[in-house]
């Protein structure tokens, strides 16, 4: 059985910082394209940032020189460092697993897809 489990989310000031964490289980991270998606109320699920095996990286305008996405092979975990945060990035944020063939660009494969391996989701909120 597949299983994606987040966690590192709360409560934090703008400016302040947060790591998320997407623990696998069931499946081998190292095989698959990975990513971080977030989706408030009312709106559509967006990707954040996703990631290949070659390397390639895409990243959501509004976040890219704040978040950095990374992976953890051994302990078969991604991670979402989360800098200099602002209200606007309040959300539920969610990791997925993502099973496409390599021809698939990165920036297609941040298009939330139900074929996809998710996680049940962390709350970040930016507050003061």
């Known amino acids: 059985q597949v299983q994606l489990v987040e966690s590192g989310g709360g409560l934090v000031q703008p400016g302040g910082s947060l790591r998320l964490s997407c623990a696998a289980s069931?499946?081998?991270?190292?095989?698959?394209?990975i990513g971080w998606f977030r989706q408030v109320p009312g709106k559509e699920r967006e990707g954040v940032s996703c990631s290949r095996h070659d390397g390639s990286v895409y990243y959501e305008e509004s976040v890219k020189g704040r978040f950095t996405i990374s992976r953890d092979n051994a302990k078969n975990t991604v991670y979402l460092q989360m800098n200099s945060l602002k209200p606007e990035d309040t959300a539920v944020y969610y990791c997925a697993a993502l099973p496409f063939p390599a021809f698939i660009t990165v920036q297609a494969m941040c298009i939330p897809n139900p074929n996809s391996y998710w996680g049940q989701g962390t709350q970040v909120t930016v507050s003061s």
């Open positions: 069931g499946l081998t991270l190292d095989r698959y394209a």
